[in-house]
């Protein structure tokens, strides 16, 4: 069994963070609390323009497409993302074991609205090419934070060779979770959580 660990995730203040918002972080902001509240099929190119009470020039200009727009929340969406791991680590940092902790902490960062937001960006993807293509470059971007996540919950199996199978694994598993527990029962979620817990210490005790 793993010893348990103190997991901090540290992450340096952007200029968002501590400056004064521009148009385009305003216009930004706007349409990620939209997508969040409403969802993407509301979240319009007008409808964020008359939240955000700009001119539709301001608006295209900063976002020339709604595409454009929607796959710029990403930055935000993975931002306030990490904010759920944060929150929900502080509540199961008595968790001893350190794999059931790590697991843990994702899934119920996974139930936040803004982590169902990002996945709801995905499903739209699926019949928008244009958004798909935005949205694979803003993933790419973004990936090194949500690595960066990762790799701090799981650094006390770091040295495991199973350790970077399990993360991918995880990440994988949550996602599917976050979108089958709009319908499934949450006790059939926590049955498979707790299912997905032994199978990962499994994977992680096996030598190479």
């Known amino acids: 069994m793993t010893k348990p660990v103190r997991t901090t995730l540290a ?9 004064a918002p521009t148009t385009r972080q305003h216009i930004l902001q706007t349409a990620v609390a939209l997508l969040v509240e409403q969802g993407s099929a509301r979240t319009t190119t007008l409808q964020v323009q008359q939240r955000a009470d700009v001119s539709r020039g301001a608006l295209l ?32 940092e008595g968790t001893q074991d ?3 902790r790590a697991i843990r902490v994702l899934a119920v960062a996974s139930t936040r609205p803004a982590y169902l937001a990002e996945l709801e960006l995905w ?21 090194k934070e949500s690595e960066r996540v990762l790799s701090s919950l799981f650094a006390a199996t770091s040295d495991r060779p199973a350790n970077a199978t399990v993360m991918a694994l995880t990440n994988e598993f949550v996602r599917g979770l976050a979108l089958s527990s709009v319908l499934r029962s ?19 005790e096996q030598l190479p």
């Open 11 to 19: 992450r340096k203040p952007s200029t968002a963070d501590t400056a």
């Open 61 to 92: 200009h900063h976002f020339p497409t709604h595409a454009a727009l929607l796959s710029a929340t990403v930055e935000e969406l993975v931002r306030r993302n990490e904010r759920a791991v944060q929150d929900s680590l502080a509540k199961l």
């Open 98 to 100: 350190a794999t059931e």
């Open 123 to 143: 499903a739209v993807a699926r019949t928008d090419a244009e958004l798909r293509a935005a949205l694979l470059q803003a993933e790419r971007t973004a990936r």
């Open 186 to 204: 949450p006790v059939r979620r926590q049955q498979l959580l707790a299912q997905w817990i032994r199978a990962a210490r499994i994977l992680l």
